[in-house]
C-alpha cells in the first residue's frame, strides 16, 4: 500500500483504472466545408457512448485541414471501437451508409496507417465493398495508389468511399472517477479535465460532452441486466449501500469514459484529465480523483492512478 | 549494395530471352558463375559472358535501398523479355530494349533510358517500368488469348506508344508523354491510362470501365461516347494528387479544373470515362 497521495489538496486514490481490449478503426470524413463534415461526423459518431447497448463506442478525434486529407478538402476524423472486428463491420456499414452517405458532399478515408500504426492491425473491414451496392451498378471501383475506392453516383455528384478499412488491436475503458462537493465544482473540473484531454490525439471520450453520470458496475439484482448504477459512488446512497466508497463531503461524482488505440494513448489522456481536474484543486472542490475497476481479474489493461498522476505539478506525498 | 553492370559485346544477331536476368538472382551469384549463366535462345542457351562483359561494384551509394541493382549498358533490342517477373529490386537498360520488357512484371523498378520493343508491362502486375523513349504495340496489355492485361503497377512512357495501348488492361496506371497509336485504351476492363499528345484512331474501343485521361482534345470523339458526367470533384482531387508525381503535363494538373467527361463505350459497360483536360 503506497502513502496517500494529493495534488492541490485533491486526493488521489490509490486504485486503478480497468480497460479491455477492443477492436478500433479510423475514419477521415471530407466535404466540400468543415461545416458538413462536421454533420456527417457527429451523425456517425451519434448513439455510440457504450458497447453495451449501441454496438460501439465512437467520437471524433479531430478536425483535419485540407492539406492533410487525401482529397485536399476539410476533414474530421472518427474513432470507432467495437468488441469485436465483425460487430466493427457491421457498425460502420450502418452507420457510414446512413450518416455519411447521405450527407451532402463527404467522402470517407481509412484513416488508420497500416504501415505506421502503432497499435497491432487487425483484420480490415469492409465499407465501400458493402455500401457500392447503393449504386445499383452504376458504381465504379477505382485504384489509385494501391487504395481501392468506390464511386457510387449520388444526387450531388459521387460518394467516394474507401473499399475497406484497417482495423486494429485497441484499449477500451478507461476511466476516471471525479469527486466533488458539489455539481458546479464537479462539472468544472470534469470539464476542465474533457478539454485538457481532447487535446490529445489517438483517443475518444464516447458519452455526451465526454461525461457520463451513470457510472456502472456489473449484474444487478435484476435477472437479465447486465449492468446496474454503480452505488459505491452514489452521493444519495452514502450510509445505505453497504459498498459506499462516498464520504460525507463528496456530493456529486462524475465519470469518464476514455478508450484510444494503444495503452500508452489511454494513460496520456488519463494523466491529462488528472493533471486539469487538479489544477482547480480541493479550494475549487475537487476532493477526490478516484477510477473504475473489477479487480483486476477482467480487464488486461490497467492503468494506476498513483503512476500516471506521478510529476504533475501541485503532487504532495506526505 | 550491389551493383552488377552488364556491357554489351558484341549483338548476337539473333534473340535472346533476358527475363533470367532478375537484379536480386545477379547480385546472390559469383562473377564466376554468372559469367558461364547461359541465357535461352531459342533451343541453345548462350552464356552471359559470351554478350556481356560482366563487372560488379559494392558501394555505399545505395545504403538506404537493400534491394540489389542490375545495369544493362548497350543496345539490346535483340534481348527479350528484360524484366519480365521482376519481383524486386532496381534494372536500369542504358539503351534499348526488346520486347516483352516488364512482362508479368511484380514489384521493383526497371528503367529504360532508349525504347522499348512490343508488349512492354504486358501483364503487369506490380512496381514501376519506366520508358525515356518509345515503345511498340501493346504495351501494358494482354497476350494473346489472356484475358487480363496489366492489373497493377505503373508504366511510365516518355515518348511515343504503339498501337493497342493497355489493350485488356484491368488496374494501375499507364502514362503516355508523347503520342499514342490507334486503339489505345481498347477494351480496357478498369486502370487509368495519361496520354499528353494525340491518340491514335479508334480510342477507347470496347472500353467498359477505367479512364483514359487525355491532355490534348482529340479531333473527334468516339460515336459510342456520350458527353457529360458532372459531380466527380472529389475523385478527380485524388487523381491529380496521384499523377502529381509523374512527369509533365500530369504533374501539373489543376484539382479544382475539371475536365470535360464523356462516359462509354455504351457498345459495351460504358461505365469507361475519357477526361479531357485541354
Known sequence: MSLPRTINGTVIDDTFAEAFPMKATRLVITAHTPIWARHAANALAGFATSVIGCGCEAGIERDWHADETPDGRPGVSVLLFAVSTKELAKQLERRVGQCVLTCPTTAVYAGIDAATSAAPLSDDAGIGSRLRFFGDGWQIAKMIDDKRYWRVPVMDGEFLCADTVPTVKAVGGGNLLLLGEHIDATLAATEAAVAAMRKLQNVILPFPGGIVRSGSKVGSKYAGATASTNDAFCPTLIGLSAKSELTADVGCVLEIVIDGLTEADV???????????????????????????????????????????????GSRTP | MSTTTLRVKTPPGFEIDGSPLAPDALAAMPLATLERFGLPAGGETVAIGDLFDVSRSETGSNAGDPAPTLVIEGQCEWLLR??????????????TAGDYAGAQMRGGTLAIEGDAGHFAACEMR??????????????????????????????????????????????GLVTVGGNAGAFAASRLVAGTICVAGQVGDHYGYGMRRGTLVLAHA????????????????????????????????FSRLAPDKLPRRYAGDLAVDGRGEILIVA
Do not use: Q
Open chain 1, 267 to 313: 494513460g496520456a489522456a488519463m494523466t491529462a484529465g488528472i493533471a486539469a481536474a487538479t489544477a482547480l484543486g480541493r479550494p475549487a472542490g475537487v476532493v477526490r480523483i478516484s477510477a473504475g475497476n473489477y479487480g483486476g481479474k477482467l480487464g488486461p489493461y490497467h492503468f494506476p492512478l498513483h503512476r500516471l498522476s506521478e510529476g504533475i505539478e
Open chain 2, 126 to 171: 506490380g512496381g514501376r517500368l519506366s520508358i525515356a523513349g518509345n515503345c511498340g504495340d501493346f504495351a501494358a496489355a494482354a497476350r494473346a488469348g489472356e484475358m487480363e492485361g496489366m492489373t497493377g503497377g505503373t508504366l511510365a512512357i516518355g515518348g511515343n506508344a504503339g498501337e493497342r495501348l493497355a489493350d485488356r488492361m484491368r488496374r
Open chain 2, 218 to 249: 482529340p479531333a473527334a470523339l468516339p460515336a459510342t461516347f456520350v458527353a457529360g458526367g458532372r459531380g466527380f470533384d472529389v475523385f478527380w482531387a485524388l487523381l491529380v494528387k496521384s499523377l502529381s508525381r509523374e512527369a509533365a503535363p
Open chain 2, 82 to 95: 528484360i524484366g519480365a517477373g521482376m519481383k524486386r529490386g532496381t534494372l536500369r537498360v542504358l539503351g
